[in-house]
Structure formats: C-alpha cells, structure tokens
C-alpha cells in the first residue's frame, strides 16, 4: 500500500464547475501537507501550503486538512481552462524534510 | 526574481556516459532537494543538502548515483554508468530554511534525461 493515494483521474468539468480533489494518506506522523499543480513538461508550482488539521482559503481555492481520517482536499471555485493540469498532494512529518508525493490527478476543465 | 534553475533541460546520453544535472536555488536559499518523476508515477525523494553537507540521502540509489552542494555554485546531481532505467525528468526544490520552519519547497522545471 502506497503511503499516499491520489486518484489518478483524468477528471473532466464544464467551466465554472466547483473540482474537488482528494488524497488519502497512512502515516499519522504526517504534519505539513502542499498542493501542487504541474502543466505538462514544467515543475510543480506551489497552490496551497497547510500546517496540521483545518482549512485554507487562497482566492478560489481551498485546501482542507482532515488528520482524524487522514484526507486531504483541494477545491477549486469558478474553474478556468487555464486550470487544466496535473494537481500533485505532497505531505512529511516534522523534522523530516523528504515529500512524499501522491501521483497526481488529471484535471481538464471544459469550455 | 529568479525562481529554481535547472540546466539542462533536456539530456540525451548513451548507455555507459556520465549525466550531470545542474540546479540553482531561489536566491538566499540554502536548502536544496532532488526527486526523480517516472512516467505515469509521482515524483520521488532522491536527497537532500544544504551547502557543503548531504543531510538525507535515503532516497538515492546506493550506486552510481550522487549529489553535492558546494559552498560555491549550484547543486549537481551526477549520474555515472547511466543506464535505460534511469530515464525519468529530475526536479529540483529548494527551500529558505526548511519545510519543517514553515518554508516550502519551491521547484524548477526539471531536467528530462533520455538513454539511448
């Protein structure tokens, strides 16, 4: 079992759709966790950044933290084209500074 | 200002040569990681340095494989005797102080090596 699981997708939604993403992980020591988003032939840009459980608001998105269940979820408000790509979850204890990625979700928002 | 820079960013080599991969951090970061993306796969720790120190290494293959961050200079990840399998894009991170003093990594475009 992977420590950290993303469904891969691909998920498609019309223009202006709310998108959740989700990532399940097993290892309780997990403390920090990052959303971020890859185009296709770039590096991972950093969307969300969150420190143990709650939420997080950055303009239209919203990262939410569930330690309890071990569930982390990105939502995207009034989804643009431009949000087309790859959406990574990335999470590591305290003190540990190596990520352990999901492998990513697929999203292609539709005009 | 300048994000993470990798050079270069496309690497052909054959079977047997050396690969060097270049990597400059953000500007006044000290933290410097590696992962390694194979296709369909998420990306992977490989290591972990700060100037002149490798701090974590357990992610890299015990051969061929190494790292360094001089006190001068980017960060080089080498990688000796390639072969197919180590075909992948390779990204940098780097960091102020450390995810762990609420910094984030920040990333380059990554470099995609492809073995002939």
């Known amino acids: 079992q992977k420590e950290v699981e993303q469904d891969p997708g691909p998920l498609s939604v019309p223009e202006g759709a709310i998108v959740s993403l989700n990532c399940t992980y097993s290892?309780?020591?997990?403390?920090?966790f990052m959303w971020y988003r890859q185009y296709s032939r770039k590096g991972p840009e950093l969307l969300m950044y969150t420190y143990s459980s709650g939420n997080k608001e950055d303009g239209r998105f919203t990262a939410q933290v569930d330690k309890s269940s071990k569930y982390i979820s990105l939502f995207i408000r009034d989804s643009q084209p431009s949000d087309s790509a790859t959406y990574l979850c990335a999470m590591n204890p305290f003190g540990n500074e190596k990520l352990t990625f999901g492998t990513g979700t697929r999203l292609t928002i539709i005009p | 200002n300048a994000g993470v820079m990798q050079n270069p960013r496309h690497l052909v080599r054959r079977r047997g040569q050396e690969a060097r991969l270049r990597c400059s951090p953000m500007k006044g970061h000290s933290h410097v990681y590696w992962y390694r993306q194979l296709p369909e796969e998420g990306l992977k720790f490989m290591v972990y340095l700060q100037k002149e120190n490798i701090i974590d290494e357990s992610g890299m293959p015990k051969e061929r494989f190494s790292a360094e961050f001089p006190k001068e200079g980017p960060s080089i990840l080498r990688i000796q005797q390639v072969v197919r399998g180590d075909s992948a894009a390779y990204f940098c991170a780097s960091s102020l102080t450390g995810v762990s003093s609420n910094q984030p990594q920040h990333f380059g475009d990554g470099t995609r090596l492809s073995i002939l």
């Open positions: 290892n309780s020591a997990f403390q920090y």
